[in-house]
């Protein structure tokens, strides 16, 4: 198929921003082109502004100190 192909025609979707965890355990973004993804593991193409190295730690996910609402509805678990 002419001008199809794996990552072309992909929009701006394919340009995401990463958090890179310094030593200080403060955040960095760094913004990245990306390419194939299974959604466990995405292959970063191109280092787009900042600095970025293979085996540096990135943040994916975030954590909070306050409790998590519980109960019917709420994610707990249910009387029977």
Do not use: F
Not at 9 to 16: H, L, N, Q
Not at 35 to 55: A, M, P, Q, R
């Amino acid at each position: 198929m002419p001008g199809g192909g794996m990552g072309q025609g992909r929009g701006p979707s394919d340009i995401a921003i990463l958090w890179k965890l310094m030593p200080d355990k403060t955040v960095k973004p760094v913004q990245v082109k990306v390419g194939i993804t299974d959604h466990t593991v995405t292959e970063v193409v191109n280092v787009l502004h900042g600095d970025l190295k293979e085996g540096e730690e990135v943040v994916i996910g975030a954590a909070s100190n306050r409790s998590r609402p519980s109960g019917p509805g709420m994610g707990g678990p249910r009387g029977r």
